[in-house]
């Protein structure tokens, strides 16, 4: 991706530098952008992370169908506009061409854009315009390049004015490069920048003051982040420009800070303040019990946090970095309340040695990758099946609901323990379940469930089976032949029933809930 042209971003893949240049605090260097959508591929899970972030920010973007060459029996005009070539092609081709277009079309409206190809447009302020391009061929390109004039004059003419003041710009990257130590790709978006300019850059702790001692532009026809030597020194720059810049101490820069001239002293206070306020805005810690949130610049780590807010997923931190020890730190205090938030998630980092130790010890996951939608999609996953099994494991230590009807002529001994058949009418019973009478009168607990001499560990609605009681009554006296019996359930068990659980539950197990709950409010007890 090149950002040649002031204001306007290509949008291809969404890798740190889209979300750097979309930020919008301290001047956005990007009112318009071009998606670049694959004709033959159409609309892909980048393509609509993009489009997302585009619309979050309100960027008028248009869409350049890239890749029109490699569509079967395409013939290439190289550097010709798109309509001169689309008509030069057979009608066979023409109609594939127009299905493609279609289908980004349609792509879009599930966004609720209205789009059609560029030369259907009346308004361009009300549809996105597409335009079917070729990088390879130059095809289209002089089409792009008029509508982005028109653009221009749409929405950037205010915008495009640049003072002569102190130079403002945004890191795009920051990196150490041999022979120079480390620098800082900036785009300088307003005022003026020379060398010798003190600055102040937002860096990974407090803001950075330094003075520049040396700016470098790319040469004609190279970007500015050319790994080869291929730069030419330039005393002072004007917005707005694609410089790099070299100074001592920049080593803990952040892609995506913003960068300010500060000569004057009055002027570096409030430069430091500004850069302060921006960056904490981006970078926090709080008491939430949420996930850890890491990524390699502040417009990614923006973007990030954005999207997973939009999800209703809580953030407990968001910094810029690779994952560390201290991030697995914080999940774990997540894990002791919220085991299902306790993750680390992260975009286009690298994990530490430690973290990874860390993480095995404490079974704290890390979800890392260079899509958005891919690590949200990931934790949601793990989280949904975290949530599965602790409620699993909770609705399994749960008392269930039970009822009983002890069976005539099957009583075996009336006391000490008293052992009788019963007829489960509805629920479950186990061993260790406390009956009731329908008055609400405890008479003991289960002992052994049995059927044909076979202990049980359960039985269910249907099954008639004998048991034997842990209390002091006796079958005759407390309790009669054919009296029904319920399950008697903590509060606490039938609270999480009724509100928690209740989709796990059959009609017969929710019906005998509500007839417990009658009972407990006769005796005042519930």
């Not at 750097?20 to 033959?40: E, Y």
């Not at 002890?406 to 379940?433: A, D």
Request: proline share 5%; with cysteine.
């Amino acid at each position: 991706m090149k950002v040649s042209i002031p204001g306007i971003l290509v949008v291809d893949t969404p890798g740190h530098e889209v979300f750097t240049n979309l930020r919008v605090r301290g001047g956005s260097v990007s009112d318009i952008a071009i998606l670049v959508i694959d004709i033959l591929e159409g609309s892909e899970k980048q393509t609509e992370e993009c489009i997302e972030i585009l619309r979050s920010r309100k960027t008028p973007f248009v869409v350049a169908a890239n890749k029109v060459d490699k569509i079967p029996g395409w013939k290439p005009f190289p550097g010709k506009p798109f309509f001169e070539s689309y008509n030069a092609q057979s009608k066979q081709v023409q109609a594939r061409v127009d299905e493609m277009i279609y289908r980004i079309i349609g792509d879009l409206a599930r966004f609720g854009f209205s789009s059609d190809r560029l030369d259907r447009i009346r308004d361009f302020t009300k549809s996105v315009a597409i335009v079917p391009t070729s990088a390879v061929t130059g095809e289209g390109i002089p089409e792009l390049l008029a509508l982005l004039c028109g653009l221009v004059q749409q929405y950037l003419l205010k915008r495009l004015e640049v003072t002569s003041g102190q130079g403002k710009g945004v890191i795009l990257e920051a990196k150490e490069d041999l022979g120079m130590g480390h620098t800082i790709d900036v785009i300088l978006y307003d005022g003026i920048l020379e060398r010798g300019d003190r600055i102040v850059v937002g860096g990974f702790g407090e803001p950075i003051v330094t003075k520049v001692r040396a700016i470098l532009l790319p040469k004609p026809m190279n970007e500015i982040r050319d790994p080869e030597d291929k730069f030419i020194s330039a005393e002072r720059v004007v917005a707005a420009a694609g410089v790099k810049v070299v100074a001592p101490g920049l080593e803990g820069a952040v892609a995506g800070a913003p960068m300010l001239v500060a000569n004057d002293d009055s002027g570096l206070a409030s430069a430091i303040k500004k850069i302060k306020d921006e960056i904490s805005e981006v970078r926090f810690a709080s008491d939430t019990q949420g996930v850890i949130v890491k990524a390699d610049t502040l417009g990614s780590l923006e973007a990030l946090v954005k999207f997973l807010k939009s999800q209703q997923i809580p953030v407990r931190v968001s910094d810029i970095g690779p994952v560390s020890k201290r991030d697995l730190i914080e999940a774990s205090i997540v894990k002791r309340t919220k085991p299902e938030l306790a993750a680390v998630v992260g975009f286009n980092i690298k994990v530490t040695p430690e973290a990874e130790a860390e993480a095995k010890d404490r079974g704290i996951p890390i979800f890392v990758s260079n899509v958005i939608y891919h690590i949200v999609d990931d934790f949601k996953a793990w989280s949904a099946k975290m949530v599965e099994e602790i409620t699993t494991k909770e609705f399994s230590s749960v008392t269930l609901p039970g009822e009983v009807r002890i069976l005539p002529g099957c009583i075996f001994r009336k006391s000490s323990p008293p052992i009788f058949g019963v007829e489960v009418l509805g629920g479950t019973i186990k061993p260790g379940y406390a009956l009731m009478k329908e008055n609400g009168e405890i008479l003991g607990s289960i002992m052994q469930i049995q059927d044909s001499g076979k202990n049980l560990h359960e039985a269910k609605k249907g099954a008639k089976i004998a048991i034997s009681m842990k209390g002091d009554f006796m079958v005759g006296r407390h309790v009669q032949e054919g009296d029904i019996l319920l399950v008697s359930l903590p509060d606490n068990d039938l609270f999480l029933l009724r509100e928690k659980y209740r989709d796990r539950l059959g009609e017969d197990e929710l019906g005998i809930i509500e007839k417990i709950i009658k009972i407990r409010w006769k005796s005042s007890s519930f």
